[in-house]
């Protein structure tokens, strides 16, 4: 038998070979939840060494030079242990999966996942399934974070049940939930929203006479990132199939326990049955919910009576949204199918769906402490302040410098996973810099979003990495770190270089951009 980390045959091209390689060397590394403990320590001790060095760079936050924080000095360690609980409760990603996953384990329990995707497999050319689950994972984005709990861990079982490596599944949903987070299908999520108004605040920090009365679109976006989406499926459906799964049914066999990885079998009449009330309770419910969209005055709606804003309790509730909307098809498919009896059956879907989310557990609190120390620290705002400032002293021409602030963007993106906190410093630094140079906000916060999303797949720093790898445990037991990081680097690096060049495109063909949006600084 095969194993996850097994070299390729002689005859394999130097791409597997580095591939593996990668593979190898990132197994290697220690447990997730250990690793994040000794960043953890290292951010202590660097923070503690660099505590007394004085620096002239300006924390564009505070209009002050910029200074690390002692994590190790009394005061700090007193302050990381009485926040020691809730920084870990209080870590944005282990709510939204620990209740998406009760909506989910439901449905998976009573059997309505299984069945569903079966009923589309049946639909779906085998070949096209690719390209199919890349669009549904950029698709998601309307959702937030939901496309890491949802239409990941779905990916391997499509690709499973379909006869394909599951891990391919894996990586091709990544690729379009993660890689491709800033890319949209005609539909804003709440990013856009949330960039634009920082790119606002940003830009009105110009010494510009007119900078104050700058006013940002949210769309301002918004038609580079519906073309883009196009972009990333074709990306993504050519590294899957072309390079990831060739590689992995090679070299990769799939040893999960045969129990727990999903059949492809033939609907049954009570899976049709099923399947058809499930179908029906779904439609109900979100005409029930459209409706109460419909007013003016409604509550989902924010102050200002929109829908998609990051403040719009819609927006805010989407989490809540998902658990819904998979619990009550879930539940109903399971009368209608048989596959439960009572109650008591749905309380041990949900129980089910937790006692597999133990390891996430434990690696989210060690993730948790390691991002609270790194924050505090203001080792990772410096790292971007002076990057930023490295690159301002360059003096590049125009497409060199949006390159080189895609790259600067990339590379703090594996140090800082919070979109908007890396858009919060780093926009406050390059927005107002590239508007002296002529570059709109609008160009600078495409280019952002570019280096952003590129990169968020190869870091194990982002908050749902360790969940990627759980999944790829499912059915690999020998999958890793270094496995996942393996698998998405060509994304990574084919998002990075193709996605760059077509924003560069865009600006050379003076395609716009988004609502009320332009590319030079006073706009003409």
């Known amino acids: 038998m095969t194993h996850a980390n097994q070299v390729a045959p002689a005859g394999a091209s130097w791409i597997s070979r580095a591939l593996n390689a990668i593979e190898r060397v990132g197994n290697k ?28 760079d300006i924390d564009p936050r505070s209009q002050q030079p910029i200074a690390i924080k002692n994590m190790l000095s009394g005061a700090s360690m007193a302050a990381f242990a009485s926040g020691l609980v809730t920084t870990f409760t209080g870590f944005p990603p282990l709510g939204v999966v620990l209740v998406a996953m009760l909506g989910l384990g439901v449905a998976e329990h009573t059997g309505f996942i299984n069945a569903g995707l079966r009923a589309i497999l049946a639909v779906t050319a085998r070949s096209l399934l690719t390209p199919v689950l890349i ?34 599944g894996i990586s091709a949903a990544f690729a379009g939930v993660s890689g491709g987070f800033s890319a949209t299908f005609f539909i804003p999520s709440s990013l856009d929203p949330l960039l634009s108004g920082l790119t606002q605040a940003a830009a009105r920090l110009s010494a510009d006479a007119g900078a104050a009365a700058i006013v940002v679109n949210p769309l301002n976006n918004f038609y580079f990132t519906s073309a883009s989406a196009i972009l990333i499926v074709l990306i993504g459906w050519a590294i899957t199939d072309l390079l990831i799964e ?13 129990a ?18 499930a179908v029906l309770s779904i439609a109900v419910t979100a005409g029930l919910f459209l409706l109460s969209l419909l007013p003016s005055d409604s509550a989902w709606r924010a102050p200002d009576g929109g829908l998609a804003a990051a403040a719009a309790p819609l927006m805010k509730s989407i989490v809540a949204l998902i658990f819904v909307f ?10 209608a199918a048989g596959s439960i009896k009572s109650h008591g059956d749905v309380v041990k879907g949900m129980s089910k769906a937790m006692s597999g989310m133990g390891y996430y557990i434990v690696m989210a609190f ?20 002076k990057g930023a400032a490295w690159l301002k002293a360059m003096a590049f021409p125009t497409g060199v410098t949006l390159i080189g602030m895609i790259l600067l963007t990339s590379m703090v993106n594996l140090l800082i996973g919070s979109a908007s906190a890396k858009w919060a410093l780093i926009g406050a630094i390059m927005v107002p810099m590239l508007m ?52 998405m ?19 050379a063909l003076d395609i716009p951009l988004g609502i009320g949006a332009s590319y030079v600084y006073p706009k003409l």
């Open 29 to 56: 590394l220690p447990d997730p939840a250990i690793l994040f403990a000794l960043l953890m320590v290292t951010v202590w001790i660097a923070s503690w060494l660099m505590s007394s060095m004085q620096f002239s």
């Open 135 to 168: 669009a549904v994972g950029i698709l998601s984005h309307i959702a937030v974070d939901a496309g890491y709990v949802l239409v990941i861990p779905l990916g391997a079982v499509m690709f499973y049940a379909a006869g394909r490596h599951p891990l391919a």
């Open 246 to 258: 060739p590689r992995l049914n090679k070299g990769t066999a799939v040893d999960g326990d045969p």
């Open 260 to 277: 727990e990885l999903p059949k492809m079998e033939p609907l049954s009449a009570a899976e049709k049955r099923g399947l058809l009330f």
């Open 326 to 335: 998979f619990l009550i098809p879930g539940i109903v498919y399971g009368y």
């Open 366 to 385: 060690f993730c948790a402490q390691f991002i609270y120390a790194f924050g505090q620290s203001n080792l990772g705002a410096l790292i971007a302040i």
């Open 436 to 487: 002296q140079l002529g570059l709109s906000p609008d160009f600078t916060q495409a280019a952002y979003r570019v280096g952003d999303s590129s990169t968020n797949i190869i870091t194990p720093l982002m908050p749902y990495f360790p969940l990627i790898v759980v999944f790829c445990q499912k059915y690999v037991k020998g999958a890793g770190i270094g496995t996942l990081i393996a698998l």
């Open 489 to 507: 680097l060509p994304y990574s690096l084919a998002l990075l270089v193709g996605w760059s060049a077509f924003l560069l495109g865009f600006w």
